[in-house]
């Protein structure tokens, strides 16, 4: 199967960055000796790719850990490591009991074993099922917002209901503010 020109887009990105497996950078190799487009963008990128790394600048050490000590902590970061105890031993308890239930209907000798493989694989697939399934998602959102800004008439469309969300939310502020102007006044009256 022949990738389609998107596709090979993509890969002058990563040919750029130096990081197209080998099998592909052969193909993409064979699309740029016919196509002319191609050869220039890989060009102006590893030209882009060359400016930018005379522009960078030194950092001094120790700065990220400046930077991430003066962020305020928020959200699951603020936890410490003892209130991820409790989860931990649930998950602990639920895979010795998994392993009890599983090995005692087996009968055999490392049915513990294989229940903990079983319940490890369980997990690894899921993750691999989930990752899997975020990227194809964000591929096909790519995909949906390239063809939506590909003709001028989609483009309008949307422009359209940008415009009219933006519309009914300045409404929305507009009605709720009058409301509380009203409340505010009959409470002094």
Same mark, same amino acid.
């Given at each position: 199967?022949?990738?389609d020109h998107?596709?090979?887009?993509e890969?002058?990105?990563l040919e750029?960055?130096?990081?197209l497996?080998?099998?592909?950078r052969?193909?993409l190799?064979?699309?740029?000796?016919?196509c002319?487009?191609?050869?220039?963008e890989l060009d102006?990128?590893r030209?882009?790719d060359?400016?930018?790394?005379?522009?960078s600048?030194?950092?001094r050490? &120790?700065?990220?850990?400046d !930077?991430? %000590?003066a962020?305020?902590? +928020?959200?699951?970061?603020a936890? $410490?490591p003892?209130?991820?105890?409790?989860?931990?031993?649930?998950v602990i308890l639920?895979?010795?009991?998994?392993t009890?239930?599983i090995?005692?209907?087996a009968?055999?000798?490392?049915a513990?074993? &294989?229940?903990?493989?079983? !319940?490890? %694989?369980m997990?690894?697939? +899921?993750?691999?099922?989930?990752s $899997?399934?975020l990227?194809?998602?964000?591929?096909?959102?790519?995909?949906?917002?390239q063809?939506m800004l590909s003709?001028?008439m989609?483009?309008g469309?949307?422009?359209v209901?940008?415009?009219c969300?933006?519309?009914?939310?300045v409404s929305?502020?507009r009605?709720?503010r009058?409301?509380?102007a009203?409340?505010?006044s009959?409470?002094?009256?």
């Amino acid at each position: 199967m022949k990738p389609d020109h998107a596709t090979y887009r993509e890969w002058l990105n990563l040919e750029a960055d130096g990081r197209l497996p080998r099998n592909e950078r052969a193909r993409l190799e064979d699309h740029l000796a016919t196509c002319s487009n191609c050869r220039s963008e890989l060009d102006e990128l590893r030209e882009l790719d060359g400016l930018l790394l005379q522009a960078s600048m030194p950092v001094r050490a &120790g700065f990220r850990d400046d !930077i991430l %000590g003066a962020l305020p902590v +928020t959200g699951w970061e603020a936890r $410490g490591p003892r209130t991820w105890g409790f989860p931990a031993a649930m998950v602990i308890l639920l895979g010795v009991i998994a392993t009890a239930v599983i090995g005692s209907s087996a009968g055999g000798e490392h049915a513990g074993l &294989g229940a903990i493989s079983a !319940i490890f %694989g369980m997990f690894q697939a +899921t993750v691999l099922a989930g990752s $899997g399934l975020l990227g194809a998602s964000w591929k096909g959102f790519g995909l949906v917002f390239q063809e939506m800004l590909s003709s001028p008439m989609s483009l309008g469309m949307f422009g359209v209901f940008v415009l009219c969300l933006n519309i009914l939310l300045v409404s929305m502020i507009r009605r709720k503010r009058a409301t509380h102007a009203e409340a505010r006044s009959s409470r002094r009256s």
